[in-house]
Nanobody, 114 residues
């Protein structure tokens, strides 16, 4: 069973920044594509950014230019730097592989509000 632990969420004003981090306990982290997903109340979970084994990145249109995903294979971590945050970025953020596997963490709450 893979364990996923996300951290770094919080309450921030519009225009602010947050840095999320997740750690996935697996010996084969380096060969996985890893992504950050989010789910807002009443909405479906969506993939907002992912990074491949060779650090190729892709972003949802809604976060392009504001979010940056990165990874550190020596620590089994994937980070999401979020800048210029908007109220519509408010959601519970999760980390998982792409396509997602069965093991989800608790997520980390991001709330963007004045």
């Amino acid at each position: 069973q893979v364990q996923v632990v996300e951290s770094g969420g919080g309450l921030v004003q519009p225009g602010g920044s947050l840095r999320l981090s997740c750690r996935i306990s697996t010996a084969i982290f380096s060969i996985w594509t890893v992504g950050w997903y989010r789910q807002a109340p009443g909405k479906r979970r969506e993939l907002v950014a992912h990074i491949g084994p060779k650090n190729r990145t892709e972003y949802a249109d809604s976060v392009q230019g504001r979010f940056t995903i990165s990874r550190d294979n020596t620590k089994n971590t994937a980070n999401l730097q979020m800048n210029s945050l908007k109220p519509e970025d408010t959601a519970l953020y999760y980390c998982n592989t792409v396509p997602f596997g069965p093991d989800w963490g608790q997520g980390t709450q991001v709330t963007v509000s004045a």
